[in-house]
């Protein structure tokens, strides 16, 4: 599902770079530059460009010349290079989008920092916690800007579904983001379980370089979605403990995971930590569950509906957020009052408790509203929402602790972290 997810997305923000007009571009706007060719250029960093007022396509790279000129032509670049040194070399780039193979993403993003660029970095931000803390710590020294491109972070829709379940501490003198709250009574009660998943049908393709052990795949690393929405959900860091792992090895590598059924526990840290709070431990209990060959219903029909999504269990109430990572193609949220078992649902495609009624358009993608965010913080404005360094820690050592658990190796490190 995945797979159509994304082609979704590609055809979405094709149309609709037809009926919306591009914006007149400012006189000074950020020149981007784009390090590879790969297919989910177009929907993650290209049309966001093209829409955006304070950004252009200024350049990109591939290891092949004519591709590079090819995409050039298609998008109109500016400029096109065949090596990613050339495209690092050139001082107009201000910002460079990095969705080379996962295992490269390290050494680029580095190279990119060192060369004196900003970087948005396709997740997984590593192949392994080590090398996330170097290329931090070298942004850090740097003074660059390198963010982890989680996007669907950025969307109205991830902004409403925290503030429904954030609406049980508004009135406990615990902590949050209080830009989250509405002032409600707390009636849906602390949270004591989720489930997440993320699946691909049909199956990723077999020649697919995420199948590739040595460029860091696997279905963790490309569904690690599933982490990031258990986290966000929980405002939570690294699990307390990963009490189960178990991967479905490839048929080809037993070192991939074609497949990780996980589960976990996790400690609420505005139980814990807040000012006010009763200091109690909530113990709260996840489950993940990711797939890149998932197995056809009754062998014949591919699970369609399986979109990446989240189901929340509180005290009173159950909440799911349908299609959590892509919901500007489609989603919704359905509370479910255990009491009544009346069910709710909304839809947030634009404004919420963090953008506003003023930012955002109903027709933006989750990667349009991160590239504002991304802008914002280049031009020196305060971003509504930004991709932490300690978060893209978090996902990277709950990445590390789950296949440590299933018994499978990390992801090899580069030796230009060693």
């Not at 197995?295 to 699970?303: D, E, H, Y």
Request: aromatic content about 10%; glycine content about 6%.
């Amino acid at each position: 599902m995945a797979l159509l997810l994304m082609n979704a997305s590609f055809l979405q923000q094709y149309l609709y770079s037809w009926v919306y007009s591009v914006p007149q571009k400012t006189t000074d706007p950020i020149k981007v530059g784009i390090l590879s060719s790969a297919n989910i250029n177009a929907a993650a960093i290209i049309h966001p460009v093209e829409s955006h007022p304070e950004a252009i396509l200024y350049a990109i790279a591939s290891r092949d010349a004519q591709v590079a000129r090819s995409q050039a032509r298609k998008y109109k670049f500016q400029k096109s290079y065949g090596s990613y040194e050339e495209l690092l070399s050139d001082p107009a780039v201000d910002l460079v989008y990095i969705s080379t193979p996962n295992g490269e993403h390290f050494e680029w993003a580095l190279k990119a920092i060192e060369a004196g660029k900003h970087v948005l970095l396709e997740k997984p931000f590593t192949s392994n916690a080590t090398e996330a803390e170097k290329l931090l710590n070298r942004a850090r020294e740097k003074e660059r800007i390198c963010m982890e491109a989680m996007h669907w972070q950025f969307h109205p829709a991830a902004h409403r579904f925290r503030q429904i379940l954030d609406e049980h501490v508004t009135n406990s003198g615990r902590g949050g983001d209080t830009r989250f709250c509405t002032g409600s009574d707390g009636r849906f009660g602390n949270i004591t379980r989720t489930d997440a998943w993320m699946t691909c049908t049909p199956a990723m393709p077999k020649k697919d370089i995420r199948w590739k052990f040595e460029l860091a795949g696997g279905s963790l690393m490309d569904m690690g979605y599933v982490l990031s929405f258990t986290r966000w959900a929980l405002r939570a860091s690294t699990p307390e403990v990963i009490m189960r792992a178990e991967a479905r090895p490839a048929p080809h590598d037993a070192r991939v995971d074609a497949a990780m059924n996980a589960s976990m526990r996790f400690i609420r840290p505005e139980d814990v930590d807040a000012p006010g709070g009763t200091g109690a431990m909530t113990e709260v209990s996840s489950t993940i569950y990711t797939d890149m060959a998932r197995a056809w219903l009754g062998g014949i029909i591919p699970r369609l509906w399986e979109l990446p999504s989240i189901f929340v269990e509180t005290d009173r109430a159950e909440v799911y957020f349908f299609n959590a990572q892509m919901p500007h193609l489609y989603h919704y949220i359905a509370v479910k009052d255990k009491e009544t078992g009346k069910t709710t649902y909304e839809h947030k495609y634009a404004g919420g408790p963090l953008w506003g009624e003023d930012r955002g358009k109903p027709h933006w993608s989750t990667y349009r509203y991160q590239l504002e965010a991304v802008i914002d913080r280049l031009r020196g404005r305060v971003p509504v929402h930004w991709i932490t360094e300690d978060e893209s820690m978090a996902q990277m050592e709950s990445i590390d602790s789950v296949y440590k658990q299933a018994r499978l190796p990390l992801r090899p490190t580069s030796e230009l972290a060693l």
